[in-house]
């Protein structure tokens, strides 16, 4: 069974960074994207950056220029770094890995804190 796991989050002040991490492990045969999403209360799951295969990335409007996603397909993992973080940055942040069949699975999420 594919089974993303995160880390990396936690608290940091305004306009500092974080390092968030997913490794997928289970029944992997080929990866075709990995995503972050993040999600507040009361709002809808959002997406932040996705890359997908072929090395197509694409970012939220809100993280251009700060975050950036990158990919270690031999570890199966995807990293997003995150700079020049905001308050609005704060939430849950989720990992989703999409195999080239379609199959798609959550993370568990890890709380992302910016606050002073």
């Known amino acids: 069974q594919l089974q993303p796991v995160e880390s990396g989050g936690g608290l940091v002040q305004p306009v500092g960074s974080l390092r968030l991490s997913c490794a997928a492990s289970?029944?992997?045969?080929?990866?075709?994207?990995m995503c972050w999403y993040r999600q507040v209360p009361v709002k809808q799951r959002e997406m932040v950056a996705v890359?997908?295969?072929?090395?197509?990335?694409t970012y939220a409007d809100s993280v251009k220029g700060r975050f950036t996603i990158s990919r270690d397909n031999a570890k199966n993992t995807v990293y997003l770094q995150m700079n020049s973080l905001k308050p609005d940055d704060t939430g849950v942040y989720y990992c989703?890995?999409?195999?080239?069949?379609?199959?798609?699975?959550w993370g568990q999420g890890t709380q992302v804190t910016v606050s002073s």
């Open positions: 890359n997908s295969s072929g090395g197509r990335i």
């Open positions: 989703r890995v999409i195999l080239m069949g379609g199959l798609g699975s």
């Open positions: 289970g029944c992997i045969f080929s990866i075709n994207a």
